[in-house]
């Protein structure tokens, strides 16, 4: 049974930065993309990154490249989010994900932008 929890969300001032992280079992992780995944209060899920399984190839949404960086630690079956420069429309619940629609995600972890 595949389980994938988020960790790491919190309140933060603009510019400010958090790391999440997403403990995951029950599947191959090293051999599986992973992504990540969020959604704002009132709107729907929207992609934010991916990673390729040996961690050489990584994507971001435009709004996020240059300040979030995807990694993976496939020892320990672990996927983290470094999210630098924080804005407040990064407000959102953070989810990780077997697939970039979402459709397989963790319960995730809440990241507040606010002064």
């Known amino acids: 049974q595949v389980q994938l929890v988020e960790s790491g969300g919190g309140l933060v001032q603009p510019g400010g930065s958090l790391r999440l992280s997403c403990a995951t079992s029950?599947?191959?992780?090293?051999?599986?993309?992973m992504h990540w995944v969020r959604q704002a209060p009132g709107k729907g899920l929207e992609w934010v990154s991916s990673i390729n399984y040996g961690g050489n190839y990584s994507y971001y949404k435009d709004s996020v490249e240059g300040r979030f960086t995807v990694s993976r630690d496939n020892a320990k079956n672990t996927l983290y989010l470094q999210m630098n420069s924080l804005k407040s429309e990064d407000t959102a619940v953070y989810y990780c994900?077997?697939?970039?629609?979402?459709?397989?995600r963790g319960k995730g972890t809440l990241v507040t932008v606010s002064s």
């Open positions: 994900a077997t697939d970039s629609t979402g459709a397989e």
């Open positions: 029950g599947f191959t992780f090293s051999s599986s993309w």
